[in-house]
């Protein structure tokens, strides 16, 4: 049975910083493409970040770039989210998900990973 399990969020005052963590257990975790999604009240789940399975190719939303860094570490089956100058817009649940390729999609969306985790909510106060 594959589980994603966020950790990480919390309450931050903008400006402040937050590291997401996302725990799988997935045997092809290695070899698969992660994702960093969000979804605020009343919007659709938004893609945020992606990292292929070797961690050299990374992709990010244009509303993140410079300041979200997502990385992984194999050996212990994690990727991560470091989210750095936050804004109130920031504000979500913030969900992990996996692909079953290694390569990151042209244009990340839902529909390209098949499991998901149960989301971690990050809440950024003005």
């Given at each position: 049975?594959?589980?994603?399990?966020?950790?990480?969020?919390?309450?931050?005052?903008?400006?402040?910083?937050?590291?997401?963590?996302?725990?799988?257990?997935?045997?092809?975790?290695?070899?698969?493409?992660?994702?960093?999604?969000?979804?605020?009240?009343?919007?659709?789940?938004?893609?945020?970040?992606?990292?292929?399975?070797?961690?050299?190719?990374?992709?990010?939303?244009?509303?993140?770039?410079?300041?979200?860094?997502?990385?992984?570490?194999?050996?212990?089956?994690?990727?991560?989210?470091?989210?750095?100058?936050?804004?109130?817009?920031?504000?979500?649940?913030?969900?992990?998900?996996?692909?079953?390729?290694?390569?990151?999609?042209?244009?990340?969306?839902?529909?390209?990973?098949?499991?998901?985790?149960?989301?971690?909510?990050?809440?950024v106060s003005s």
């Open positions: 049975q594959v589980q994603l399990v966020e950790s990480g969020g919390g309450l931050v005052q903008a400006g402040g910083s937050l590291r997401l963590s996302c725990a799988a257990s997935l045997r092809t975790f290695s070899s698969s493409a992660m994702g960093w999604f969000r979804q605020a009240p009343g919007k659709e789940r938004e893609f945020v970040a992606a990292i292929s399975w070797t961690g050299t190719n990374t992709k990010y939303a244009d509303s993140v770039e410079g300041r979200f860094t997502i990385s992984r570490d194999n050996g212990k089956n994690t990727v991560y989210l470091q989210m750095n100058s936050l804004k109130s817009e920031d504000t979500a649940v913030y969900y992990c998900a996996a692909r079953t390729r290694g390569s990151i999609p042209s244009n990340p969306g839902v529909q390209d990973y098949k499991y998901w985790g149960q989301g971690t909510q990050v809440t």
